[in-house]
């Protein structure tokens, strides 16, 4: 895959932006813990925002742990069979082992360019799997859409389940007004309308110029993958496993709180919340959701009773668990194996 200066452009701006989200929140909260330390009489000498990170890294669960890389890595297994649903309907019988390496791949690889990796995931598996990689894209935007509306069910139901706490939170600190999500909503529209337009002006029209037939290959292509959920042999079975992906997701969160002392008391209903929070902060473009995810995950746990501080060791212990091990152990290790299993 290619990397031109508008990526790299990109990935600058917005690790420069994640790691300014850390900075400002390792300034606030170190001046928070020295505050604390004098309270409760400890020296300055002892008193250390990294040194109680790593002591708090140190004390978790080694069992909850490695639970969450289990089950982390069972929601990759179930990602792949899942995708491997929408290319058989196109007439293509992928293997297992193909798609799941590349998805490890993909993930390892949005850690240095962010959503690169979903374009390296279909490159290598198109490669792999000689599959159109237009088509195999197009099906991996489909079930990208199919998360979102997972994603968007498990917010609702997090606001459902802390209705009353999530009322006072949102009163006292959105920043969003009406205005601002109908503009949203009315550019989103035109936005569709437009490209419906133009892909059918595209797919009608009689050139048989080289470049418009290559693009209204691609777009067909795309528009195939996309369309390819409506033949999935087992419907219902897809969305069990759609759901399930992100059931899997909010375990993951609480078996990390269970590893850690100060939030083990939080239940799998406050998971969903704090869950739902640090979904949010993914979406942000920077490696890994690098500092965005921090900020609330602390936020939410903030919510449940944590206080910021215990909340700041529990997003790095998942941020580290997640992101800078599993993806990164298991992503270089399927980079290895793919070609050695595709001999």
């Not at 290619?2 to 390792?26: D, H, P, R």
């Not at 791949?105 to 490669?127: C, D, I, K, Q, T």
């Not at 000689?130 to 609702?156: M, N, S």
């Not at 989103?188 to 059918?200: D, H, N, P, Q, S």
Request: proline share 3%; aromatic share 14%; glycine share 8%.
């Amino acid at each position: 895959m290619k990397i031109n200066l508008k990526s790299v452009i990109q990935f600058v701006v917005f690790t420069a932006i994640g790691l300014g989200i850390l900075y400002f929140m390792w300034q606030s909260l170190g001046a928070a813990y020295d505050e604390e330390c004098v309270i409760k009489g400890i020296a300055p000498a002892d008193c250390s925002l990294y040194d109680k990170l790593i002591s708090d890294y140190r004390s978790t669960d080694l069992f909850w742990i490695i639970s969450v890389c289990v089950i982390y890595m069972i929601s990759c297994v179930v990602r792949a069979i899942r995708w491997n649903m929408l290319l058989r309907p196109l007439g293509y019988d992928p293997t297992l082992k193909n798609s799941f390496l590349s998805i490890m791949v993909g993930y390892f690889a949005n850690l240095g360019l962010p959503r690169m990796g979903e374009f390296l995931r279909v490159g290598l598996f198109s490669r792999y799997e000689k599959i159109p990689y237009e088509k195999a894209f197009g099906t991996l935007v489909l079930g990208r859409l199919v998360d979102v509306l997972c994603l968007g069910l498990l917010i609702l139901l997090g606001l459902a389940l802390h209705s009353e706490t999530m009322v006072r939170y949102i009163t006292e600190n959105s920043f969003i007004t009406i205005n601002m999500i109908i503009i949203l909503i009315v550019v989103g529209v035109i936005g569709l309308i437009a490209g419906i337009w133009m892909y059918r002006r595209l797919i009608s029209s009689d050139s048989q110029h080289p470049l418009l037939l290559k693009i209204k290959g691609l777009m067909t292509g795309f528009v195939e993958g996309l369309l390819s959920l409506k033949s999935v042999s087992n419907l219902p079975l897809f969305i069990v496993y759609s759901l399930g992906i992100w059931v899997i997701y909010v375990l993951m969160h609480w078996f990390a709180f269970l590893a850690f002392e100060p939030t083990a008391h939080l239940s799998f209903v406050d998971s969903i919340l704090a869950f739902d929070f640090g979904a949010l902060g993914m979406v942000f473009p920077s490696p890994g959701g690098m500092g965005s995810y921090h900020a609330m995950l602390v936020e939410a746990l903030q919510i449940l009773g944590v206080d910021e501080i215990n909340g700041f060791s529990m997003a790095m212990i998942s941020y580290f668990t997640i992101n800078l091990f599993c993806n990164v152990f298991f992503g270089l290790l399927s980079l290895v194996l793919l070609p050695i299993v595709n001999k």
